[in-house]
């Protein structure tokens, strides 16, 4: 799972890692996943992970886009950086996946105020190509400071989304991690410093025990 490790699609060697997977493992059944916000600039990166993906996996491959809301705007907001439209990444995302291959997934961190809107998504991508997984927000140091919320779970809010979206012909998984990621800061890879390097904790994670040696 090339995810929690930093963007990947801004790391070459994750495409040298995939191609030689196979050759070094003798595992059948081996299938990455690569988690993406896909930033612009990297189409390089990209064709040479489809090919990889065609290549070496014959559709054994799991691709995610992290979109966490379909208004723009707040997308910027969150994501401040150059990268790819709705309309460039359904494109993409048509040419990647191969019939009876794994479907992209769409991947939401539910937020307050920021808005997933059903028929947005309907219009940019096709049911038969993209899957929708909808997660909380991990409590992370820059989601405090940011003031990011999970709306997961709160009401019925998600749940109505969630009959929303297969309404529309998705195939949906609400993915929740167990508290315990939670508790030693798994959840979110490389934060373990930021919780090191901080002042103050966090409510419901990065909880440690000091052990003399």
């Known amino acids: 799972q090339f995810a929690r490790m930093g963007e990947p699609a801004l790391n070459d060697a994750v495409l040298d890692v995939l191609e030689e997977l196979p050759d070094r493992y003798d595992a059948p059944g081996l299938m990455p996943a690569l988690s993406t916000i896909a930033p612009a600039g990297r189409e390089g990166f990209f064709e040479r992970l489809l090919d990889i993906a065609h290549s070496r996996y014959r559709g054994r491959f799991q691709l995610q886009f ?12 969150l994501m401040p950086v150059r990268k790819w439209d709705f309309e460039e990444i359904a494109r993409f995302s048509g040419r990647f996946r191969v019939p ?24 940019h991508f096709d049911p038969a190509t993209f899957f929708i997984k909808i997660t909380p927000v991990n409590p992370t140091y820059a989601a405090a400071r940011s003031g990011l919320r999970s709306s997961v779970g709160a009401g019925s ?8 979206l297969r309404d ?5 998984l609400l993915s929740i991690g167990a508290r315990e990621e939670n508790a030693i800061g798994s959840n979110c890879g490389q934060y373990i410093r930021a919780f090191l390097e901080a002042e103050s904790g966090l409510e419901s994670s990065y909880s440690r025990r000091l052990v003399s040696v």
């Open 66 to 77: 992290s979109l966490h809301t379909t208004d723009p705007d707040r997308r910027d907001w």
């Open 100 to 123: 009876g291959g794994r479907k992209v997934t769409l991947n939401f961190a539910l937020a307050e105020g920021m808005p997933v809107d059903a028929d947005t998504l309907r219009r």
């Open 157 to 164: 809010d998600t749940e109505r989304l969630l009959d929303t």
């Open 168 to 172: 529309c012909g998705y195939e949906v």
